[in-house]
Each structure stands twice: as C-alpha cells, then as structure tokens.
C-alpha cells in the first residue's frame, strides 16, 4: 500500500477515536452521590439561627440552608430517641416494626436484623458505610451497628444521660435509685468498648470526638461512594462542650453547645470540599424529636410550638431539616411540604437506585420535590403514635385531630428546671380537639364544634391506621405490625 495513502488516513483513525471516546464519556452512568446524615439529638425546631435560634450563632447550619433546601413543615415518626431513630433508618412508622420508646441496657428488645436500613440497602449498590454517634436500636452485639449494614461504627449503644452520675457528675450516692443502677456508659468501637465515659469531662469531648472520625471516614471513603450517619451525643442532657468553645458563645452553656455542633457540619462541609465531593454529596440535616424542656436553660427552643419531647403536640415532633446538594438542589429554597424522617429512606433508595425494600414501609419518595418541582405534594398524612402504640393524633393537609388521651406535659403543674437540674413532668388528660395547623401551628385554638365533618373525615383516616398498626387506646391490635428483636 502507498505510504502517503496510508498518512493521509491516520488523521481520520484519530477524529473516529475522539468520538467513539465522546460517546463513551456522554453514556457513562453518574457516579453515585455520597450521602450523609447528620442527626442531633433533642434539638428544638427554633435552635438553629436559620430557623430562629439565637442568640449564638450557626453560620455553618444557615450556609447548609443557603446552599441547599430548607423544610418548616418536617417531622419526626415519633417524639422520643429510640422510636424516631428506627423510623428513619428503616422508613416504617415504629410501631409497624415494634419499636418504642427509649431503650436503656434494660432492653427487651431490639431492631429486628430481618428489617432492612438505609445502611443494609445501599450496600447492594457497593456502598461503603459508616455510623458515628448516638445508635439506641439494640445494645447488645447482635443488634449492634455492624450487624445492620454498617461497615464501622463508633459511638454509644444508647443516650448519654444513661448513667448512674447525677447532675453535678458524682455517682448516685442512694443504691436504691434506678438511675444509681446504670452500668458504666461504653463508647464502642465495632462491637467492642474501647472507652468508658464517667464524668463530664468524658461528655465535653463526644462532639469533637465524632467530628474527626466523621472526617476520617470521608477521608478514607472519598474514593468510592460512602453512606455516613454521624448521630451527635448532642443537645441531649447532660450537655458536653470542648474547651474550645466554653464560655465563647455569650449564651450559655446551651449556646456554646450549639456552636460546637455548628463547628462539626462545617468541618464536615470541608471536609468534602477539599477532597472534590462536595457537589456529588447529599448532606441531610435534622433532629431526632423536639426539645426536652424540663431541663430549662439547657433546652432547646421549639420557637412557640406547643409542647416538647415525649409529646405527639408539634413541639415534640416537629424538628428542623436542610438537605444540600449542589448542582441538584436549587439553593437557598424553602418548602412548607409535609415530610417526616421515614421518607428519607425511599428517597436516597430512588436516587441511588439501590434495592428496594423487599417489606412494606411507610416513608414515601420526595425526590420530585427535593430537586425542585416545587408542585410536588408527595405526603398529605400523618399518624402521631407514641408509648408502645397509642394513636394519639391524626393529620390531614392542614388539620390535625387530637384525640382524649393521658399525656405529658410541660405546663403547670409541671416544673422547669435549668443548670443541669430538671423540673418534673407533669400528667394530664387531653380532650378530643381539632387544630388548623397553618393558622395555628402553636395548637391552642380548638375547631372541632365549627368543623363537625372534618372531625370526621379524620376519624376515618385514623380508622385505616388502627386496623394496619393497631392502636393502643382502644385496646386493636394491627394486621400489618412486625415484631422486634426480643433480647
């Protein structure tokens, strides 16, 4: 062959190679986003600055907000630590999978390890995953975080107060007292206590503790795509704070707290920033339930909702919730859309494309509306259960339907405490009431007698509750209910 025919055809070779490699680039898949979850414990709806807290500063929570979509209208599957941690890690109401209330080393039961979370169904896309923090879904090894999807796990079984110190950090003196007959509280690595934590000074160093092994999983992790659940010790009582941050707020040990929580999501932000993850990473911001006030000064603020934690009121349920994901999600928008913790599963499950849950669930997918169909209405009920499965409250669009019940309360003849110190529930009888919620978020205006129809339109969708999950004060037992793990 011709040697100058054989050049001139070298030029074309190289224009057919660019575009078979253009073609390739334009159809390779996405890369699988990063997810994080950054979840505090007993922080108020109003305690961030952006959604009205203060006087300390959060500038790292309100950048989150700036860059990312911003929820006034989220709420918690159930008011309490252990029945609203399962509910979001596994998308169920709690009472579907029968968990409740907050579990110490007392526990009968635990998560079923037949229940799938979010950790579990994402490693079916090859997923590395990681948990840092507050677990309280089992305290024993078999119910552990390595045995429900997590490659590693760092942190406590259960809440930080579930020791036998009291309020000025001295063990209970009177033998006889239930809090004096708590173990010591093991921070664990794996499944093995590798510290114990037996003062205050143990408490002051969890925030900063979980943020650099926070940081060190992102580090390890950037090359492939990572789940973290970073589950903060903190607002919980008792407070902890570094010496880097007492007494720098201006607002009291409650201030300083929240600035060294603030001080974390920004080491994690750049965290990602410096490694090039930022914009291929979903980072969710929220809270467990609402403030525990009886604690006073440190407490947390639910901004003017009724009530607090251990409550089916808005106060108790309603917490805050930002999810950044640049480049996805349009910044610094906000929506009052109806969501609860349980649909964080379904979400990152779409998005990932990673395997469905093969049981039934309840969260319900918000993508549309996350990346920005603002049209989008993707939950219109919620079901307020709390104690093992009282039905205590029913929500349609705006209204919500109390129904007569015992429950908690803050209010007189209920007691606030402050400086460590607690006040003391108080317990009272509840009628049936009807509130419109969007002209009333703090639930004092009772419409029931105005609106007969609506009252009972909402007995109706309660009625399809009590038959599915069952309802405690009025002694059904559900036909879809599971059972927990029994210890």
């Not at 090359?223 to 607002?235: E, G, I, K, T, W």
């Not at 669930?361 to 918000?366: N, S, Y």
């Not at 209405?377 to 929500?395: Q, S, V």
Request: glycine content about 8%.
């Amino acid at each position: 062959m011709d040697l100058k025919y054989i050049f001139s055809f070298i030029p074309f070779l190289f224009t057919l190679g660019a575009s078979a490699a253009s073609i390739t680039d334009e159809n390779k898949p996405a890369p699988l986003p990063n997810i994080i979850i950054i979840l505090m414990d007993d922080m108020g709806y109003a305690d961030p600055v952006c959604y009205g807290g203060g006087p300390y500063q959060t500038p790292n929570i309100d950048k989150l907000a700036a860059q990312g979509l911003r929820f006034t209208d989220f709420y918690a599957a159930q008011p309490i630590c252990t029945a609203s941690r399962s509910a979001l890690l596994t998308g169920c109401y709690p009472t579907r999978i029968g968990i409740s209330g907050a579990i110490d080393h007392n526990a009968k039961f635990a998560l079923n390890p037949d229940e799938q979370t979010i950790a579990e169904l994402l490693k079916s896309k090859g997923y590395k995953t990681g948990m840092v923090g507050k677990w309280h879904l089992g305290h024993k090894e078999p119910y552990l975080p390595l045995q429900n999807g997590f490659d590693e796990f760092y942190g406590l079984p259960y809440s930080n107060d579930m020791w036998a110190y009291d309020y000025e950090g001295k063990k209970w003196q009177d033998s006889t007292f239930w809090r004096a007959q708590y173990p010591p509280l093991p921070l664990i690595e794996g499944n093995k206590t590798v510290k114990i934590i037996d003062s205050f000074d143990g408490q002051d160093q969890l925030t900063t503790d979980y943020t650099n092994r926070a940081v060190s999983f992102i580090k390890r992790n950037k090359n492939n795509p990572f789940f973290l659940y970073l589950a903060h010790a903190m607002v919980h009582v008792p407070l902890g704070v570094s010496e880097k941050f007492k007494g720098k707020s201006g607002a009291g040990m409650f201030g300083d707290v929240m600035e060294e929580v603030d001080w974390s999501v920004g080491e994690v932000m750049k965290t990602l920033e410096q490694n090039h993850l930022l914009e291929n990473t979903i980072v969710i911001f929220t809270s467990d339930n609402g403030p525990w006030l009886t604690f006073g000064n440190h407490a947390g603020s639910t901004g003017g909702l009724r009530e607090g934690k251990a409550t089916i009121f808005d106060g108790g349920l309603k917490v805050p919730c930002i999810i950044s994901w640049p480049g996805h999600v349009k910044p610094a928008t906000v929506s009052n859309q109806l969501l609860t913790n349980m649909d964080l599963l379904p979400t990152i499950v779409n998005i990932t494309q990673a395997a469905k849950p093969t049981k039934k669930i309840d969260g319900i997918d918000f993508t549309e509306l996350l990346l920005g169909n603002t049209l989008s209405t993707p939950r219109d009920e919620l079901a307020y259960y709390h104690n093992k499965n009282n039905l205590k409250a029913i929500r349609k669009g705006k209204w919500k339907l109390v129904f007569p019940a015992e429950t908690e309360t803050y209010e007189a003849p209920a007691t606030i405490g402050g400086d460590r110190y607690p006040g003391k529930y108080a317990t009272v009888k509840v009628p049936l009431a009807l509130y419109n919620l969007a002209i009333d978020p703090g639930e004092d205006r009772d419409l029931k007698d105005q609106y007969p129809e609506i009252v009972k339109q909402l007995q109706q969708v309660a009625d399809k509750y009590r038959r599915t999950l069952g309802d405690g004060l009025n002694n059904m037992e559900g036909t879809e209910i599971r059972p927990a793990a029994q210890l």
